[in-house]
């Protein structure tokens, strides 16, 4: 072990995408203001390098949601580490605003968390993923206010040991694929697509298809239409066609903070409707203009007398196996339809994501955490797993609290306020400790 074994930190952070970039400025603000001037904090995250969704970076693609919802101005909108303050800095403040548009380009929200990483970069280490979070040898749990972490280097060799008197687990969401297909070089997940797409011959790719029904699938359909002139593309659809998703003014209500409380609070017969009635403002939807483009080809193709786009609707994969250089895809339309079988350059799976799971990474330490009826943890308002008595520090969620906070638990609309949430109770939580640990043993009992 290293001379830094025995490192204690208030705060250590498992993962450092958006979620816990903005926590670590929530937790700076709160030391610039004089309230949590002695939080100390550290961060791991097993990428080389910050990074978020960069395989989805499409040209000209952008956000669904307004630049306000940023890392910071919901929770402090005088922050400086906003996206107009990102905007001033680098001298694009004046055309931005000439753009007139409430939705900056993926790119430049991605180059904008870049830049306020940087600032914070101090206190995360790259290329660090934690294995293990577990109580200190020999620690009584009722007196012990802290966990132990182990932390692999880049090359799983190295090992480090910390110590924390809250955890923050936010590692992100898991690549879903269809049953019983598996990823390599010809097929691929959505959030691996242009990395693996850039290692091909364009040329190379004359049949492509695309799974799913979602706004990543929609937007790989029309790049690779666009980027491959010379293929034809197959977009392999569970529904009948693309989905429109609700973005007017009411339904967006269900991303505003306050709509938290009312889901965490709510019987389930309101959680329930929460669900039933928004859920295409989120889940398997596509923005309008990218359906209507997509839709705009399609037909311009059929004017021309070309077949270039093809849409096979109700239909799901049930195989996948190679066959020389190409990938022959097993197709079925409808549960009792007849399976077919069509040969592919390449299969883009953009089948969704898994909820943040963190059992395995809790290890021993879960058997501490409380979970309901249906296996699911139970979770604080604060976002910290409820936890049996004799376990004493906090273990907080980003991510992986549908189920407790409704469907803004894990997206950047209420990244701010969420961030600012779990801040504010590490802060009241360190002051009681520290006044806890300031209080004579003798108190209760008379003192001489």
């Avoid at 961060?43 to 910050?50: C, L, P």
């Avoid at 995360?124 to 692999?152: C, F, M, N, W």
């Amino acid at each position: 072990m290293s001379d830094r074994e025995h490192e204690i930190y208030d705060v250590v952070g498992i993962g450092f995408g958006p979620s816990n970039l903005s926590l670590a400025i929530a937790l700076e603000e709160h030391g610039a203001n004089g309230l949590g001037n002695e939080i100390s904090t550290l961060f791991f995250e097993r990428q080389s390098s910050f990074g978020w969704h960069r395989n989805m970076l499409l040209p000209s693609v952008t956000m669904q949601i307004s630049f306000l919802k940023d890392l910071v101005t919901f929770r402090n909108p005088t922050s400086s580490f906003s996206f107009v303050k990102y905007l001033h800095a680098s001298g694009r403040l004046p055309q931005f605003v000439n753009n007139q548009d409430f939705f900056p380009t993926r790119q430049e929200f991605h180059q904008y968390l870049e830049w306020a990483q940087a600032r914070v970069a101090d206190r995360v280490e790259y290329g660090s993923e934690v294995t293990s979070i577990r109580l200190p040898p020999g620690a009584d749990p009722e007196e012990s206010d802290r966990v132990r972490l182990e932390v692999a280097d880049a090359t799983g060799r190295g090992k480090r040991v910390v110590e924390a008197r809250h955890v923050v687990i936010s590692t992100g969401l898991a690549p879903s694929m269809p049953d019983g297909i598996e990823r390599d070089e010809r097929v691929w997940h959505s959030s691996e697509f242009l990395e693996k797409y850039r290692r091909m011959n364009p040329a190379e790719l004359r049949r492509v298809a695309v799974v799913g029904a979602g706004q990543s699938a929609a937007e790989i359909t029309r790049f690779l239409y666009d980027e491959l002139p010379h293929a034809q593309v197959w977009s392999v659809l569970p529904s009948y066609g693309y989905s429109v998703a609700d973005d007017t003014p009411f339904a967006n209500q269900i991303f505003d903070p306050g709509a938290v409380d009312d889901y965490y609070f709510g019987t389930e017969q309101t959680r329930e409707a929460f669900w039933r009635y928004h859920r295409n403002t989120n889940y398997s939807v596509v923005d309008d203009e990218v359906i209507r483009d997509l839709y705009r080809r399609a037909y311009d193709d059929d004017v021309r007398g070309i077949s270039r786009l093809e849409f096979l609707n109700l239909t799901r994969v049930t195989g996948v196996k190679r066959v020389g250089a190409e990938t022959r895809v097993s197709l079925q339309a409808g549960p009792d339809g007849e399976v077919r079988e069509l040969d592919f350059d390449a299969l883009v799976c953009a089948t969704g994501y898994n909820a943040m799971e963190p059992t395995g990474l809790l290890g021993d330490l879960d058997r501490h955490c409380l979970r309901d009826e249906a296996g699911r943890y139970q979770v604080e308002r604060d976002y910290r797993i409820v936890t049996a008595p004799d376990l004493r520090c906090g273990v907080y969620l980003q991510g992986g609290t549908e189920h407790t906070h409704g469907l803004t638990s894990s997206l950047l609309s209420n990244i701010a306020v969420r961030s600012g949430e779990i801040a504010d109770s590490i802060v009241a939580r360190r002051a009681a400790q520290s006044a806890e640990r300031a209080v004579p043993a003798e108190v209760g009992g008379d003192i001489r």
